[in-house]
């Protein structure tokens, strides 16, 4: 659960207005809540998952955090989403383009399931480039010097034995992001990518058939950095420092939060 956010001028989002999407769960959980943690005036987080979204709101709570059903799919919803955000709290600073889903079967090649196909990239990036344009377009109008971060993933960079929807969506999500970087920067807005291995969440774990603890043992097994277990709370903490003052000059990175990855390790 949050903290109450103290007069500590040391908080790093101090006063910020952040939209994080895929918020109900998992990564985008993990960081509504280190944004809350940091002194952000108000965290609105978007999702699907209704009930799941309504709770971390409330355990936030309602003076730092509301809630708000977006499918990032329907453009009409995104823009919905930027521009009440914009009208109740004046602006954006920060849009944590989060909300993604994994390949439902194997997904080789050979065996592609091209509705899976077509699902999976109206979410990984259409779905991404939507949270993109619209939270741009408010932070130009507003001349907000903002930061849009994009969840990507160690298949931006690699393929591998399946998923190869998956692998494909996340390049995609590293070239909307090289170039939205490049595209904003006359306006002072910063663009990067946060790109983990695999990691437990609750919809990873429902996709697996695993337990967390079953998940988290899978997952290890390629990462060569031994004494870590990569956790939700990692990636946030990454996707903190991004959209930071520290790291305020930092535009077209793509930052691996992996622990050294590699498959056969």
Not at 18 to 38: L, P, Q, W
Not at 81 to 97: A, E, K, N, P, W
């Amino acid at each position: 659960m949050a903290e109450a956010p103290s007069s500590n001028t040391n908080l790093r989002l101090s006063g910020k207005i952040a939209i994080v999407t895929g918020g109900a769960s998992g990564i985008g959980e993990a960081t509504a809540r280190v944004f809350a943690n940091e002194g952000v005036r108000v965290v609105v987080i978007a999702d699907i998952q209704d009930e799941l979204g309504n709770q971390v709101a409330a355990s936030i709570g309602s003076q730092r955090c509301t809630y708000i059903h977006c499918d990032v799919t329907d453009e009409d919803q995104v823009k919905n989403l930027v521009q009440s955000t914009v009208d109740t709290y004046g602006q954006v600073d920060i849009m944590f383009s989060n909300a993604g889903i994994a390949s439902p079967t194997d997904q080789t090649i050979m065996e592609l399931d091209m509705s899976q196909f077509d699902r999976l990239f109206a979410v990984n990036v259409q779905g991404m480039a939507l949270c993109v344009k619209h939270a741009a377009r408010a932070m130009v109008e507003g001349r907000i010097r903002g930061s849009i971060v994009c969840t990507g993933s160690v298949s931006c960079r690699q393929g591998g034995p399946r998923s190869t929807d998956y692998t494909m969506s996340k390049h995609a999500v590293l070239g909307l992001m090289r170039a939205a970087s490049v595209q904003l920067a006359a306006h002072g807005i910063r663009v990067n990518c946060v790109s983990p291995s695999g990691l437990a969440t609750p919809l990873t774990c429902k996709l697996l058939g695993m337990s967390e603890e079953k998940t988290q043992e899978t997952y290890q097994k390629y990462a060569r950095l031994e004494g870590v277990v990569l956790t939700p709370k990692h990636v946030a903490d990454a996707v903190l420092f991004l959209v930071s003052d520290q790291a305020e000059f930092i535009t077209g990175l793509d930052l691996r939060v992996d622990g050294g990855f590699a498959y056969g390790k």
